[in-house]
Structures are given as structure tokens and as C-alpha cells.
């Protein structure tokens, strides 16, 4: 019954959210493309987070670089789009691969300093290897080309390219959901409830977090690799650690426990930064704010609130 | 050789520099058992409040030096108060969640108050000129910076080693369940090395006012950079804090002058080295997940 329930109300989300180009301006046509990218991007995050038990600072270092893959791609070899996040979620696996090698192995707080700095390690080559990712100013000047799969879209359009991102997005986000649902999902919850007993248990606990940081590391690329196109830049700010707070923000807001946790914390946080921003520039500091106050009081986001005063009502 | 000189005396007082900052952060670490992100922005504050004293409040460099820092610590002993104490008794995700949002916090506030340009603090007159030392001139801010570290230093040996206070820290890090039945104040123990830890990072905020320009990104570097040497040096070591912060002045010192192309990775790839070798750093103890 439940599961109906909630199956009803996600079929009429995503109906609606095809709906959005025909009932809404073109102006939240934007809005909900960026919604849908991050979080995917957020998404990814609480893979680590919220099942797992790692709190990455990193977390930008592998939406960047899918970023730039699909940049680089674009402009020097004309691949089609879906190669491009290929390449993408083939470059940040590896990059995920080498960072968490060194990372995951040592505790919480070793591991949130580790990610947070070869994160802006990743940030300073970008910034400091002209050549390749021309600097501070970014990458710009690209543009898509075929979708792949012999299918004839006008990428170009931001209606046809937030069709595109739904889709991707949509399949993405499932295939997510099948892996915290899998029994590998069921032992990362274990990990970060007692990695102790689940090592006792035989497991191997450094692997199973490799795994699950090379897992998210991959969508976040996949993520990245839809941001850049949209953008139409791939720059070092996306590179930069106040982009790695964003889905650790867009996760608290959500509810880190919820597998749509973070999607609605994306939801809340771009139409927050949107309103907020129209009157003052200074968005980080109400971000901050925000944040101290979910993590004091709302520590549940808020879906986990929802459903606890929903819980309650119902009683 | 002058140039070894040159880069010698560079490094040790990058070194000394970020010992005063790391040391702060493992101390905070220490006995609070959290990192703490906002150290960085704690020593951006510092020199921030360095640049209003002097150049609009017109008081002398050493008049700064005194009270800038006290101004953090006060700041901090309020941070300490109205935030921290909720998350004290929590998972260490939250304190990391949480002192991520207060720098987030204080460096918008920054941008908001003295704006997103450079800054420049001049060095006192007394210090402003430059001597000649093993072949090559050097910057009297430059030994004023590697006097003052040392005299820290040796000031935080004294203080954990020689006294009672530094006692009371050493019982409240290894048990503080145990320091509170020998009735010692834990809260407010907890409270004083919190703001101690912010003074210490203040005071290096103002130290590095006049060699550094200020702009609202110098927190973040310091931050990367302090948990480069205790990474290097391994968490909750007070001479591991030593060793990473020189080990890292002589990659700065050194990368700086002979490999300019590579020196923004030089640290990164030290740290890496490390850690392949040494996951708890070189002076850690075991804190395998």
C-alpha cells in the first residue's frame, strides 16, 4: 500500500517534470535542468554520506572533471554526446580510483581533510595547466554535435537538452537506486552504522568504501558531464570546494537517509539561491547559515521532518 | 650557495608560520576531537582585523599584534557557546558539518565587510628593512617571523609540558570523562582551548599581514595547507605539527625558487607520499578506519 502510494506520487513528479517546457516559462525550463543535474550530483554524494558514513569535501573534484572530459572531447574530437559522458564517467572513475586509494582507508577525519585537499589539488591543476584547461578562464567555445545512438536531436535547443537530461537523469538515478537497494547497498549501510562488526563479519571494509567512492565519483562525472554543455563552460569554479558543499548541502537539506533525500534538497537549495539571489550577492553566507541551522535542529531534512510530523499526525 | 641560503631561511619562516596556525588546529583536535574547518577563516579574520587596526584605526603593528588576536578568541569563545556546544556530544560528521558552515559564514562575512579587493599591511619601520645573513640579504620580517615562532614554540612546550593548565589539556585530550570526575571543569576547558586554538590562528593571521596581500581567499589556502602538515605530521602530534609545517616550508621554500612550473602541486604530492608510506602520518599513531 505504501509502496503505491509513493509510487503514484513519483509517476505524477516525473510526469510533470516532462511536463515543465509546455506549462512553465522558459526561464524555470533552466531552473529545472540545473535542479536535475545537481541532484544527480548530490545524489552521488550521499552514496558516501548517507549510506556509507564518509563526509567527502572532495566531492567537486569529480563533477569537474566530467565537466571537463566532456568539454575537451567536444571541442578536440566531436565525439557524439553520450561518448562525451562516457568519457566523462570513465575520467572521474579513475580520478576516484587514485584519490580514494589514499583516502578511504584512515577514519572519518583524516578522510574528510584528505578529499577536501586533493580536491583543491585537482582545482589548482586546472587552474594552473593553461595549456590543457585554459586557465581560470575555462573552457568555452564548444558545442554539441550528434546524440549518439543514430537518435537526430537538436541538442542545441534547452528544451530538447532538458528532455535529454530527464532521461539521462531518470535512468541514472535508478540504476543508483537498484545499487543502495543491492545487497552491496545493504552492507555500506552496515559500514557506517558498525564498520567494526561488519569487518568482523569477514568483509573487507577498506574495498567495499573504495567501491561505493568510485561508484558515486562516476555519477558525479556523469553529472558533471551534463553540467558543462548546459553552462556552456567548463570552469574552475566547478572545480572549487564551495561546489563541494553544495551536494553536502543539497543532502542535509534533503535528508541524508532517503534515497530522494537529496533531489529535493537540489530542488529547495536552486529555487533558494534563485529567490536569495535576486536580493543580495551574498548567497554563501545565508548557505552557511542554512546549513548550521539543518545540522543543530533539522538534522533529518527536510523529507525525514515530513515524514516524522506525517508519522505523528497520523498517530 | 647564497641562493640555498635565501630559500633556506624562506622555508623556515613558511615553516614556522604554519606550525603557529597547525599547531592551533591540532590542539583544537586534540582535546575537542573535532577539526575544526574554520581555522583558516579564524586566521583571514585575524589579519583582516591586523589591517583595520593599523591602517584605519592608525595603531601601531604591535598593538595589533595584541589585540587582533584577542578579538578572534573572543569571537571564538562565542562560536564556542552559541554553535559548538550542540554537536559536542554528536557524531563527528556533524562537527565537521558544522564548522564547514561557520567558515562558509565568515568568509562571506568578510567579502561583506572589507570586500573582495587586496589589501596591504605595511611591516612596523623597525622591521622593515632587510639584513644581510649567510650571503644574501634577507627581510628583517622574515627573522622577526622566525623569532617569534620559535619563541611560540618553545612557549607551548612550556605551557603543555611545565604547568598545570597544560596538564589539565593533556587530562581532558586523553579522558575526559576521567578529567571531569577528578573534578576539572571540562566545559570550560573545552571552551578555553577552543579560543586558544583561534588565537593561535589569529596571531599567525597577523604575522602574516604584512608578507602576504589579504583577500577573502587566504583562509581557504591556509586551511589546505594546515591540513597538509598535519597530515604530513600525523593528527594530535604536537611535534608531528612541527615536522609537516617544516617539511612543508622547504617544499614551498625550495619548489618556489627551482620548480615554478609544478610548485601549487609540490604539497599535494608530499602529502600523497606520505600517505602511501605512512597513512597516520610521520609522527601518527594508529586511526585506521
Sequence with gaps: MKNKVLMAILAVVIAGLIAVPWIASYFYVFIFTEILVLGLFAASFNLIFGYTGMLSFGHAAFFGIGSYATALVLIHLQWSFLACLLVSMGASALLALVIGFLSVRLNEVYFAMLTLAFGMMVFAIAYQWRSLTNGSDGLAGFTLGSFGLGLDLTLGNPLVYYHVVLGIVVIASIVLYLICRSSFGMILKAIRQNPERVSFAGLNVRTYRLVAFIIAGTFAGLAGGLMAPFLRVASPELLHWSMSAEPILMAILGGTGYFLGPFIGSAAFVLLETWITTYTESWMLVLGIILAMMVIFFRKGLLGTAIDWWMEVKK | ???????????????????????????????????????????????????????????????????????????????????????????????????????????????????????????????????RLLGSSVATYSLFVIAIGLLLLAGLWYLFNRTRIGRIMRAAALDRDMAEALCINTRLVVTGVFAFGAWLAAVGGV??????????????????????????????????????????????????????????????????????FKPHGIMGKGATA
Design chain 2, 207 to 276: 604575522m602574516a599581514a604584512p608578507m602576504r596581500a589579504l583577500d577573502p581567499g587566504m583562509g581557504d589556502k591556509i586551511i589546505i595547507e594546515s591540513f597538509i602538515v598535519v597530515v604530513i605530521g600525523g593528527l594530535g602530534s604536537f611535534p608531528g605539527a612541527l615536522l609537516g609545517a617544516i617539511i612543508l616550508g622547504l617544499i614551498h621554500g625550495f619548489g618556489g625558487r627551482y620548480l615554478p612550473e609544478v610548485n601549487l602541486l609540490l604539497p599535494f604530492v608530499g602529502m600523497a607520499l606520505v600517505l602511501l
Design chain 2, 1 to 131: 650557495m647564497s641562493g640555498i641560503g635565501a630559500a633556506l631561511l624562506n622555508s623556515l619562516d613558511i615553516g614556522l608560520l604554519l606550525f603557529i596556525i597547525a599547531v592551533g588546529l591540532n590542539i583544537v583536535f586534540g582535546v575537542l576531537n573535532i577539526i575544526n574547518f574554520a581555522h583558516g577563516a579564524l586566521y583571514m579574520l585575524g589579519a583582516y582585523l591586523a589591517f583595520t587596526l593599523i591602517n584605519i584605526a592608525g595603531m601601531p603593528f604591535w598593538a595589533a599584534l595584541l589585540l587582533a588576536p584577542i578579538g578572534v578568541a573572543i569571537l571564538a569563545v562565542i562560536i564556542d557557546r552559541v554553535l559548538l556546544r550542540f554537536i559536542y556530544s554528536r557524531d563527528v560528521a556533524d562537527s565537521l558539518l558544522l564548522t564547514f558552515a561557520i567558515l562558509l559564514i565568515i568568509n562571506e562575512s568578510v567579502r561583506m565587510i572589507w570586500g573582495s579587493g587586496i589589501h596591504v599591511v605595511q611591516p612596523p619601520d623597525l622591521l622593515s628593512g632587510s639584513v
